[in-house]
């Protein structure tokens, strides 16, 4: 397991083989090449679905309301942190 927190203070736990997975290699890839909203197929492929669940909780305002930029914003540096880690173990 790769134990992630992002600077809003969300924790998650990405198994390794999630890594590993073509399909989630599709997703990021069709969301580079435009389509958006392919990174919440792939948030969804990396962290599962209680994890995702945990994130919506977690990102909810007072009001009720789960501001799709929260979550964005949370899925983007869960991957950026992925990646950096990636390239320091390469090293």
């Given at each position: 397991?790769i134990?992630?927190?992002?600077?809003?203070?969300?924790?998650?736990?990405?198994?390794?083989?999630?890594?590993?997975d073509?399909?989630?290699?599709e997703?990021?890839?069709?969301?580079?090449?435009?389509e958006?909203?392919?990174?919440?197929?792939?948030?969804?492929?990396?962290?599962?679905?209680?994890q995702?669940?945990?994130?919506?909780?977690?990102?909810?305002?007072?009001?009720?309301?789960?501001?799709?930029?929260?979550?964005?914003?949370?899925?983007?540096?869960?991957?950026?942190?992925?990646?950096?880690?990636?390239?320091?173990?390469?090293?």
């Amino acid at each position: 397991m790769i134990d992630i927190t992002t600077s809003k203070g969300f924790t998650c736990a990405i198994p390794e083989e999630a890594l590993d997975d073509y399909e989630l290699l599709e997703d990021l890839v069709a969301a580079q090449n435009g389509e958006q909203l392919r990174i919440m197929d792939a948030a969804r492929r990396l962290l599962g679905n209680d994890q995702m669940k945990e994130l919506k909780e977690f990102v909810r305002s007072e009001n009720g309301r789960v501001k799709a930029s929260d979550i964005f914003a949370a899925v983007s540096e869960i991957f950026a942190i992925l990646t950096e880690q990636n390239k320091h173990a390469k090293k």
